[in-house]
């Protein structure tokens, strides 16, 4: 019959299924990796040279406090290229390599350091339990969704007076492991909550603005996506939510025996 595919679905039902797969499927191609390199690579040569000033001229004037001012920030600086060089070398990799869960997060988070939001308005906590067993997986499924994840609770608190940001990871007796995004923003009845991996959905309010109404922020494919890509996997999504209580979405990772 016109319209429809071999398996008995017309165009129209199928077509968001079909967004979700060409999304995915163009972020995960996007060659972002290999600018996120040049970047980092064009960034290490003048860096070499700002240190190395900073370090004759604290050797010659080590009165002069400012030197050691220059070196620290130098220094992070460093840190925040080697860790972009690192997430963006992991993510080129196509096949299947060891995760640990925790330095994921914690590269991550630092890496989502560039929302202004999360910088100055947002309080992160930590809780991650230590020696977890890895994952076998692909490095760009998990942190595009961790991204995913981490984009959402934003959203939800753009409103919020002292936002804070929760992440743990814990273990699941032997055969999984678990990673908890928390946010307190409003919060969502259970009728809503039931809709969020659904395409196009968004809880969110988004921003304030100058006249009292909100400018929305999400599309509401963030978390669609977030499951897609770690279906492979069969990592399972857990929704708890309550108005006023802010979110917990608890993914459950199994471990390949």
């Given amino acids: 019959m ?24 163009a972020y995960q191609q996007m060659p972002i990796g290999l600018l996120c390199s040049g970047i980092a690579h064009n960034i290490n040569s003048p860096l070499a040279a700002i240190i190395l000033t900073a370090e004759v001229g604290q050797s010659k004037h080590p009165e002069v406090i400012e030197f050691r ?24 990799v196509s096949d299947a390599m060891d995760i640990d ?9 630092d890496f989502l350091q560039a929302d202004l939001f999360l910088k100055h308005q947002v309080k992160v906590e930590t809780n991650l339990q230590s020696d977890l067993p890895s994952i076998r997986a692909r490095y760009v499924d998990f942190s595009f969704a961790l991204f995913c994840l981490v984009r959402n609770a934003l ?7 002292n936002p804070v940001l929760s992440l743990s990871t ?4 032997e055969s999984a492991i678990a990673l908890a995004v928390r946010d307190q923003g409003l919060g969502m009845e259970k009728q809503v909550a039931r809709r969020i991996f659904d395409p196009f959905f968004t809880a969110s309010r988004g921003k304030p603005q100058s006249s009292g109404q909100f400018k929305p922020e999400a599309f509401g494919l963030g978390l669609t996506l977030a499951r897609q890509a770690l279906a492979p996997y069969a990592v399972s999504f857990q929704v708890e939510s309550h ?15």
């Fill in 69 to 92: 001012d220059i070196l620290k920030a130098a220094e992070r600086i460093q840190e925040i290229v080697e860790n972009l060089g690192a997430k963006c070398a992991d993510e080129q």
């Fill in 155 to 161: 959203d939800a608190m753009q409103s919020c007076a």
């Fill in 243 to 257: 108005p006023g209580q802010g979110s917990t979405i608890t993914l459950s990772i199994p471990l390949k025996k």
């Fill in 101 to 109: 869960l925790n330095d994921l997060v914690r590269r991550e988070l």
């Fill in 2 to 25: 016109r319209g429809q595919t071999a398996g008995g679905k017309s165009i129209a039902e199928q077509r968001p299924q079909l967004i979700e797969k060409a999304l995915l499927e």
């Fill in 170 to 173: 814990s273990r699941e007796g």
